[in-house]
């Protein structure tokens, strides 16, 4: 099954449903979480429990996208810290993901056991390509793509503005080899 709870040692990452936004909505008020992102704080509970509602539904409108949406959960019953997602082409040929670890659960080690699992299971389930694109300047999530096997394939003028600037991005790459690798190698 593609979409389903997932479990590490310190996580439960859970399908996200509407009322997600009650746990969420608090840390992501945090402006420093939108200092390399073009989403901004929601409005209020009500907005983000709409927007999970629509997300949880698992499709794009036009039915070509597969919409995986995780809200990470400390398995220490510590609130909702963050959220994974990967929008799957519907031929399950690639997959962009994404992710967000709010402020006050950075620098733990959450964002790389969420996101290597999602990855985990994203590849078990047959998707053969993954991206993820990032500022430049955002070494957090850059050392975290590293770690977790992708590779940087380009560098591209960013359609985004923020602050006022228009940036760089990174576009990473992680492709089936992983799985081989991983496999030959012993590594997650």
């Given at each position: ?25 608090e ?46 959960v ?14 799957v082409a ?5 997959a ?28 078990a ?59 030959a190698?012993?590594?997650?």
């Amino acid at each position: 099954m593609l979409f389903r709870v997932l479990e590490t040692a310190r996580l439960r990452l859970e399908p996200i449903r509407g009322d997600h936004a009650d746990a969420m909505v608090e840390g992501l008020g945090d402006p420093a979480l939108y200092a390399f992102a073009l989403d901004e704080t929601p409005a209020g509970r009500d907005e983000l429990r709409e927007r999970y509602e629509r997300l949880a539904s698992g499709w794009s409108p036009d039915g070509d996208e597969r919409w995986l949406n995780w809200i990470v959960v400390p398995c220490a019953g510590a609130g909702a810290a963050g959220y994974v997602q990967a929008t799957v082409a519907r031929d399950r040929s690639t997959a962009v993901i994404g992710y967000l670890v709010l402020s006050a659960f950075q620098r733990r080690g959450i964002g790389g056991e969420a996101v290597g699992a999602m990855v985990d299971h994203l590849v078990a389930a047959g998707i053969g390509t993954l991206r993820a694109v990032v500022d430049v300047r955002n070494a957090a999530s850059i050392a975290l793509l590293d770690r977790l096997g992708f590779e940087r394939r380009r560098t591209m003028r960013s359609d985004d503005v923020l602050a006022g600037v228009r940036g760089f991005d990174h576009e990473y790459v992680l492709g089936a080899h992983r799985l081989k690798r991983s496999e030959a190698d012993g590594s997650p």
